[in-house]
Each structure stands twice: as structure tokens, then as C-alpha cells.
């Protein structure tokens, strides 16, 4: 019985070299950089799949059904973008074909009434650091942060996920989200009014750790994707 090697997640994004050799690997269907691709890019997708439908659950389908789509179809990247931000079109677009199907009528550019004078959450002061509980008040702070995003309107939240949460730049992000760099711009200016700048300063470091997919959950779905393709 084959041992499988225990891959590290990348601690940057992947060089344009290692893209390419990953993506001749996968496209010979060698399961180690199928796996690796997967790891890189998971949290990214699982992020800017739940901005758009804000259920962790559906999220997750549009994760796997987008890795499913993408190495069935490998041949189909040409090198035009990052193998990142052409994963992430792919999952954003079925993201956004899941919510169609469910509100027919929805479209997610667009603003409610009133929706720059929507009322922003108050969020409960960081605890100080010699406070034994900190730990578990950041993790309820991290529960409220992400409450508070998934309820900006829908064209804030995502360039917010992109931009502050996935640290994507202003030109990536126009390019994931089909958008002018001057909308993006706007629309996270606008995001950050709604959850405060103050606020989000003194939540900085836990919100990096917000909507974490990672671990077993992580593992869980790439064995998934590996299953499907065959190569598990």
C-alpha cells in the first residue's frame, strides 16, 4: 500500500514555475499536485464561494463541484491568468449560477434602497492581553466579524472578502469579480465605512482567521475531489 506524503500548505502564493509544474503534473494525473492545488487554493475559493451565498455547507459543494470542473477540463488553462484566479472565476461563477437558481429574480450587483445607511453591528472590545478568557473573546469576536460581513449588501461583501479578508489587490480583485479597479475601490471604501474603520483596525489580526477551511475540513474535501476524479 502506497504511502501518501504529507504536503505543507504553501505559506505564499505558488511561482509562476511551481503553477506550471503542478499543472503538468495534474494534467498527467499525478494525484500528489492535484492535492497540492487544492490545498493552495481552498481557502481562497471556500471564501469568496460563501461571500456570495453566505452557507458554509453551499459553499463547500461550489468548492468541490469548481476542483471537479477544473481538472476534467485542465486542458482549458492556458496560462492567461494565475491557475489561482482562474479556479476562483470558475467557483465564483457556479456560486453565483447557485444563487440564480435559488432566487430567480436576484442580481447580486445591485443595491437595496438604503443600503449606505444600513446599521452597522457594534462590536465588543478586544479583552486585554493578560485576560485568561482572550482567546475564547476573540473567537466570539472572529463569530461577530463574520456575521457582520455576511450582512453588508451583496456588491460590498464580496470585494470586502477579496480585499481585506483574502488580502487579493485591487487589480486582482477587478479581475476575479469582472469589475472596474475604480468599482472595487468604491465598493471596499464603502464596505469599510459600513463595518467602521476603528472597529476593523482593532480586529485585524482575528479577522484573517475568519471563515477558516483548513484541517480535517480541508483533508475531508480534497480525498472528496480525488475520489471523483478517479485518483484516490
Not at 494525484?31 to 455547507?57: E, P, T, W, Y
Request: hydrophobic share 45%; net charge neutral.
Amino acid at each position: 500500500m502506497s504511502v501518501v506524503p504529507q504536503l505543507r500548505l504553501p505559506a505564499s502564493p505558488l511561482s509562476l514555475s511551481e503553477e506550471a509544474d503542478l499543472v503538468r503534473r495534474a494534467r498527467a494525473r499525478e494525484a500528489s499536485a492535484v492535492r497540492a492545488i487544492i490545498q493552495a487554493n481552498n481557502r481562497r475559493l471556500f471564501r469568496m464561494a460563501r461571500s456570495i451565498l453566505k452557507n458554509d455547507a453551499e459553499a463547500e459543494d461550489v468548492v468541490q463541484e469548481t476542483y471537479v470542473r477544473a481538472f476534467t477540463h485542465l486542458d482549458g488553462f492556458r496560462g492567461e491568468s494565475s491557475l489561482a484566479t482562474w479556479l476562483t472565476r470558475i467557483a465564483m461563477n457556479e456560486a453565483l449560477g447557485r444563487l440564480r437558481r435559488q432566487h430567480p429574480t436576484v442580481e447580486w450587483t445591485t443595491l437595496e434602497p438604503g443600503a449606505l445607511e444600513a446599521q452597522v453591528i457594534q462590536f465588543p472590545l478586544s479583552t486585554p492581553p493578560e485576560d485568561p478568557e482572550r482567546t475564547m473573546a476573540q473567537r466570539e469576536i472572529q463569530t461577530v466579524v463574520e456575521r457582520a460581513i455576511d450582512e453588508l449588501p451583496d456588491a460590498f461583501r464580496s470585494v470586502f472578502i477579496a480585499r481585506v479578508v483574502e488580502g487579493l489587490s485591487t487589480e486582482e480583485t477587478a479581475e476575479v469579480l469582472d469589475l472596474k479597479p475604480e468599482t472595487v475601490k468604491t465598493r471596499l471604501f464603502r464596505a469599510r465605512a459600513l463595518l467602521r474603520d476603528n472597529v476593523e483596525k482593532r480586529i485585524g489580526p482575528v479577522m484573517m482567521e475568519a471563515f477558516p477551511f483548513a484541517g480535517k475540513r480541508c483533508e475531508r474535501l480534497t480525498e472528496a475531489v480525488l475520489k471523483r476524479l478517479d485518483l484516490a
